[in-house]
Antibody
């Protein structure tokens, strides 16, 4: 069974840093792009970042470029999102999502999400 | 950035009725449009990718159509479990983007 389990969320002050993790199981991790998608309370979905199978290519939304970094450890089947210079508007549930085997930038499988709250 | 506009914002229908949801792109996305369903407190679920390809196990009452800038998700006969929020998403150009969602609610 495919599983994506996020962790690392919590309450953080504006300007702070947080690292999210997503542990994957039930599939061949090295075959798939991984993404982070967030959802502010009561709002819609926003794609945040994506990373290719070996970590050599990363993409970020304009709103997080220069502040967030996506990475992966293929030996641990884990993808990370390093979030720096956090702002109140970054408050959201952050979902880890797996791409498809051939359609890499649709979100075929999702984790249950981890809540990040940026507030003083 | 490609902006996706979904309409209507809310669709009030009864079980058994047909639902037609629209997604319009600010520029062409070719056929690279997907649809997701999200229920309260749950993660989204992929329904359709590349306009009309159903995800594994998706019931046949869900179908997608369109091309270029105008796309439609149709649910031929609403089941009770179909009342949810639906989002479209384009993968034609980075950054990937979602529409604002259409809520299908019980009338």
């Amino acid at each position: 069974e495919v599983q994506l389990v996020e962790s690392g969320g919590g309450l953080i002050q504006p300007g702070g840093s947080l690292r999210l993790s997503c542990a994957a199981s039930g599939f061949t991790f090295t075959n798939y792009w991984l993404h982070w998608v967030r959802q502010a309370p009561g709002k819609g979905l926003l794609w945040v970042s994506g990373i290719n199978v070996d970590g050599s290519e990363t993409r970020h939304a304009d709103s997080v470029t220069g502040r967030f970094t996506i990475s992966r450890d293929n030996t641990k089947n884990t993808v990370y999102l390093q979030m720096d210079s956090l702002r109140a508007e970054d408050t959201a549930v952050y979902y880890c999502a797996r791409g498809g085997l051939s359609v890499t930038d649709v979100f075929q499988r999702w984790g249950q999400g981890t809540l990040v709250t940026v507030s003083s | 950035e490609i902006v996706l506009t979904q309409s209507p914002a809310t669709l009030s229908l009864s079980p058994g009725e047909r639902a037609t949801l629209s997604c319009r792109a600010s520029q062409t996305v070719s056929s690279y449009l997907a649809w997701y369903q999200q229920k309260p407190g749950q993660a989204p679920r992929l329904l359709i990718y590349d306009t009309s390809n159903r995800a594994t196990g998706l019931p046949a009452r869900f179908s997608g159509s369109g091309s270029g800038t105008d796309f439609t998700l149709t649910i031929s006969s609403l089941e009770p479990e179909d009342f949810a929020i639906y989002y479209c998403q384009q993968r034609y150009k980075w950054p990937l983007s979602f529409g604002g969602g259409t809520e299908v609610e019980i009338k």
